[in-house]
Every structure is written in C-alpha cells, then in structure tokens.
C-alpha cells in the first residue's frame, strides 16, 4: 500500500502540522519506510526467543526500607502557612 497525498494530508491534518511544498518529498520518505517495514516482515524470525527488551534488565536500586523521616513539627515550624498539620499554600486553580 503506497502512501497519497491524500494520506499525508490527513496525517497532517490530524498532528495539526501545516505543510507546504514538503508534501512530495513526505510521499516519498514515507513509502521508502513502508518498503522497508514490507522487507523486515518477510524476514523468518521464527527461531528467534521473543524479547520484551534487548538488553537484560536488572534492578539497580537499593531496597525499599522504611526509614525514620523528619518529625512533622519541625517541618511546620517552616511552613509560611498550616491548616490542620499540612502546609497551606494558595489555591492554584479557581
């Protein structure tokens, strides 16, 4: 399936992009990348394992403890403004 120009305007249309005399050369960049797909879906890859990412992942994060945090008391000693122990600030939204 060849991409038209209809196609381009309709994708242009709907990303909101306003194009001009670039319209050609899209036409052809974009059936140049559908080629390509076409030849990479005729590849056999049915003795390739399915992977969910190239590389192994492995966590390199420490461990999720609980630790001991600052009292509240003394984070309200430098709020500017509190309301029933949280900090107050103004409203952001009308």
Do not use: C, W
Request: charged content about 30%; hydrophobic content about 40%; proline content about 7%.
């Amino acid at each position: 399936m060849a991409v038209t120009l209809e196609d381009v305007e309709k994708v242009a249309y709907l990303a909101r992009l306003k194009l001009s005399g670039e319209k050609g050369r899209f036409i052809s960049q974009l059936n140049r990348i559908l080629d390509y797909i076409a030849q990479l879906e005729e590849l056999d890859t049915g003795g390739v394992p399915p992977t969910s990412h190239v590389l192994p992942l492995k966590n390199v994060f420490r461990e999720d403890e609980a630790r001991p945090s600052v009292p509240r008391e003394e984070l309200m000693a430098n709020a500017p403004a509190e309301h029933m122990g949280y900090f107050k600030v103004p409203r952001a939204i009308e």
